[in-house]
């Protein structure tokens, strides 16, 4: 009995540093997942929980649960967490039962006016993008989790998430959605990234899915014609459906980081928005929605 109590004061200690400051290693418990109601919003400025900020997250999950393969987010409950620095963004992590099932990430439409956001991507599954699970299991492989370290999220927009690390004098860049050590040297190339990098979305609390196709995974690992094949170009949502309806295997291929790191993706479907915003739906641990603008830049399709 003394043991439980003990295990569960340093939990309730650990995720309580987390909404207040970056994550503290001195706290962490042996053994995630963190409790749903360890990880409500606070009573602090990090955590956004006006009334505007609330009704925007529930509209978006209102509206998203009723695609095929969203049905746990009727009866999600949602923590956000700001994304940095300087992004004017969260991240929001929906659980269900107890495990989590998706996430948003959404951005203040005009920094000047908290009270307009927008939605920049979002996606479903049990290892969300900034999961704590996952960046635990990280630690645990870099042999840190029992060390003095601090994790910061940073978000330069889709594909571009890592929880950077620091410990003493060495940096680590975890990828938020993976868990994988990214092969960066410094904060530098972050920045760069999101100097260059564009993201950009459109979709606003009113807007709803009009139309959507899915498609069954595949390993892109299975066929290599994004190796060395020839991409096709797809620059239009239009020429995208008519691809996906026509060939139902389609891999996105990312080159990140300046070409430090390479991402291919199964392409699943699509999901298009009553604004004409089309979001591309990938298979990354769970299925993430990008906008096509974005992903069109940052990448490239292979048939």
């Known amino acids: 009995m003394k043991r439980s109590i003990v295990w569960l004061s340093c939990l309730f200690l650990w995720t309580s540093l987390l909404v207040a400051r970056p994550l503290s290693s001195a706290a962490v418990p042996d053994n995630p997942p963190i409790p749903a109601q360890a990880l409500a919003p606070?009573?602090?400025?990090?955590?956004?929980?006006?009334p505007t900020f609330m009704d925007a997250v529930n509209q978006w999950m209102k509206r998203i649960s009723s695609e095929q393969g969203f049905e746990a987010?009727?009866?999600a409950s949602w923590t956000s967490y700001p994304l940095g620095p300087g992004t004017h963004g969260w991240i929001v992590l929906l659980k269900a039962g107890g495990a989590e099932v998706g996430y948003m990430v959404i951005y203040a439409e005009d920094p000047k006016d908290p009270n307009k956001y927008r939605l920049a991507e979002y996606g479903r599954g049990s290892t969300p993008l900034f999961s704590l699970n996952t960046l635990y299991h990280?630690?645990?492989?870099l042999e840190l989790i029992h060390s003095s370290y601090t994790a910061e999220r940073w978000y330069s927009g889709p594909l571009y998430a890592v929880w950077k690390v620091t410990s003493g004098t060495e940096q680590y860049y975890i990828d938020a959605k993976s868990?994988?050590?990214l092969p960066l040297s410094s904060a530098a190339q972050l920045e760069a990234v999101h100097a260059e990098e564009e993201y950009s979305s459109s979709v606003l609390p009113k807007h709803s899915i009009t139309s959507s196709l899915q498609l069954g995974t595949f390993d892109p690992y299975d066929r290599l014609p994004w190796v060395k094949g020839t991409p096709v170009s797809l620059e239009t949502f239009e020429k995208l459906a008519t691809a996906l309806n026509d060939q139902s295997r389609l891999t996105y291929v990312a080159e990140l980081y300046h070409g430090s790191v390479t991402v291919p993706l199964a392409v699943t479907g699509y999901q298009l928005w009553s604004n004409e915003e089309a979001f591309l739906l990938l298979e990354q641990?769970?299925?993430r929605a990008i906008p096509y603008s974005a992903a069109f830049?940052?990448?490239k399709l292979f048939p």
């Open 179 to 181: 868990g994988e050590v």
């Open 73 to 75: 987010w009727k009866q």
């Open 42 to 50: 606070a009573s602090t400025d990090l955590t956004v929980t006006t």
């Open 297 to 299: 830049k940052q990448g």
């Open 285 to 287: 641990d769970g299925i």
């Open 138 to 141: 990280s630690l645990v492989q």
